[in-house]
């Protein structure tokens, strides 16, 4: 179950994140998609959590979890500066979460991992 949301939630972020830098900003649907994505990118690192981790370093929790943690801090300073005023940070937060996202995916591919056994069927 805990799988199945964190991976739903990923795909999501995935798909509207990539629609979001594609598309006009500061518009009210920029804004509401943003909220989505977002939520969506909350509920991955959150979610991530409750996983364990490949190669863990600190009890189940592996590296990838330090991507969750940035992934966090980014969308917390990207409302802030949102809030603020301050559309530069703004968006240097997102894009750092987005790219938190791509290079946590990338990881997902590597031998042994659960989505690179179901891709390129190992089981």
Do not use: D
């Not at 943003?34 to 981790?53: D, I, K, R, T, Y």
């Amino acid at each position: 179950m805990l799988l199945t949301l964190h991976i739903s939630a990923a795909v999501w972020a995935l798909i509207i994140g990539t629609y979001q830098l594609m598309t006009h900003k500061g518009t009210k649907r920029h804004k509401f998609v943003g909220w989505s994505w977002m939520v969506a990118m909350v509920v991955v690192a959150v979610s991530s959590f409750g996983l364990s981790g490949f190669t863990p370093v600190i009890g189940q929790y592996s590296l990838f979890h330090l991507l969750s943690v940035w992934i966090l801090v980014c969308i917390v300073a990207s409302i802030f500066f949102a809030r603020k005023g301050n559309i530069r940070r703004h968006k240097s937060f997102t894009t750092g979460a987005f790219f938190g996202l791509i290079g946590a995916g990338l990881g997902t591919l590597a031998p042994g991992r659960l989505i690179h056994e179901w891709l390129f069927g190992l089981f």
